[in-house]
């Protein structure tokens, strides 16, 4: 905002060239990113909590952007805050979708004693076991190791695996879900089941 | 479980039609984007683009942002050596930073141990999962929406200006060239 107070703009320019310098490894933009996430939540709180003392008095729409811009960062932040959590309630939707229309065929539901039956009740509270084992882990090597350790780039390796493959079906199950929904006029199993 | 939620039908139709809006929603800009530009090629980068962006995301959020929480007290530049005269006189700050970082990271997974326990459990109620699904996509698809629109508005703005710019330098050319005797080039 002090851009706005100074009376200069921002604008878009599709056609600006720059020349950067990307980082090459892993450990290194593990290091970069925590700079660069941290710094700029010091940024905002220490924006946050000057706001009221800097109000410009000639652009007064200069202070309404301002509190705009704040309250959306704030409400981004929380969302990010609360990730792992809403990520672990996407899991959980989508292992509960793949169960109900593809392990159902899969696995003998019939037979109430068989091992398949057993399987298949319990396979979204194994997948949910397994995702809050993981993220307890992410936790865990985070606070213990640095990123300049080669143990934690393997781990980062699987992790960000996993968590990606998990993604791409995910939004998957979710197209062929609204698909199926749109051809058989159906409830989406996604959404309700 | 069919018919548990009475009027089911619209809502559904309402969340998937939510879905698909906030996917295709991205035709927008992008559609813009060639328009002004005539630069089609952006689409066919951008649609290859979206399984990376799919692929790394969630390891963005979890991985990333969890290490930068749990490194909170680490103001290293991440140069090796340069930064490590700091200590002594420092040393009962570091540990009181310390102290603090670990109260952070014990809160931020307590509360989503707490939310996601939350959320596991109120999948068994149909109409409180219904509405839990449709305010998390709301807040989602507002974020998008705002980040979308205020981009066009960017764009939109760049080619104002430079439509005005474009214009000015059609009825003056070279206008903003010094001339170095003073003279307008115009005018010979």
Redesign the interface.
């Known amino acids: 905002m002090g851009i706005h107070k100074n009376e200069k703009d921002i604008?878009?320019?599709?056609d600006a060239y720059a020349e950067v310098d990307p980082i090459k490894t892993v450990n290194?933009l593990?290091?970069?990113?925590?700079?660069w996430?941290?710094g700029s939540n010091f940024a905002f709180e220490k924006v946050q909590k000057e706001m009221d003392k800097n109000q410009s008095e000639k652009m007064w729409w200069a202070d309404v952007f301002l509190k705009m811009q704040i309250f959306?960062l704030n409400?981004?932040n929380l969302?990010?805050?609360?990730?792992?959590?809403?990520?672990?309630?996407t899991f959980?939707?989508t292992m509960?979708t793949i169960k109900e229309q593809y392990l159902a065929d899969v696995f003998q539901i019939n037979d109430p004693n068989g091992v398949g039956s057993i399987v298949f009740s319990t396979f979204v509270n194994i997948m949910?076991f397994l995702y809050?084992v993981m993220?307890f882990g992410?936790?865990f090597l985070?606070?213990h190791l640095?990123?300049n350790n080669k143990r934690f780039i393997y781990y980062?390796y699987f992790?960000?695996t996993v968590?990606?493959?998990?993604?791409?079906i995910t939004?998957i199950v979710?197209l062929v879900d609204?698909a199926n929904?749109?051809a058989k006029n159906d409830?989406?199993t996604f959404?309700?089941? | 479980m069919e018919n548990a939620l009475p009027g089911t039908g619209v809502f559904v139709d309402l969340l998937r039609y939510f879905i698909l809006g906030s996917m295709l929603f991205y035709i927008f800009p992008l559609a813009i984007y060639g328009i002004f530009f005539m630069r089609i090629k952006y689409f066919w980068e951008i649609i290859s683009g979206t399984f990376s962006f799919l692929f790394y995301s969630p390891a963005y959020l979890n991985l990333l942002n969890v290490y930068a929480l749990c490194r909170i007290d680490d103001i290293s530049w991440g140069t090796k050596g340069l930064d490590a005269e700091v200590g002594g006189k420092n040393a009962n700050l570091k540990d009181t930073w310390k102290i603090v970082k670990m109260i952070d990271v014990a809160k931020f997974f307590l509360w989503n141990v707490v939310l996601g326990t939350l959320f596991i459990v109120f999948d068994s109620y149909l109409i409180i999962k219904f509405f839990v699904t449709l305010i998390l996509l709301m807040l989602f698809t507002f974020i998008q929406v705002i980040k979308i629109i205020i981009g066009m508005c960017y764009i939109i703005k760049y080619k104002c200006i430079t439509a005005k710019k474009n214009k000015a330098d059609r009825e003056t050319p070279l206008a903003h060239i010094k001339d170095p005797n003073g003279e307008n080039p115009n005018d010979g």
């Open positions: 604008i878009f320019m599709p290194g593990m290091g970069q990113r925590k700079r996430i941290n959306y409400f981004s969302l990010v805050y609360f990730a792992p959590a809403i990520l672990l309630f959980h939707l509960s949910d809050a993220f992410v936790v985070s606070i640095t990123h980062i992790f960000s968590f990606g493959l998990f993604a791409v939004f979710i609204i929904g749109f409830n989406c959404i309700v089941m």
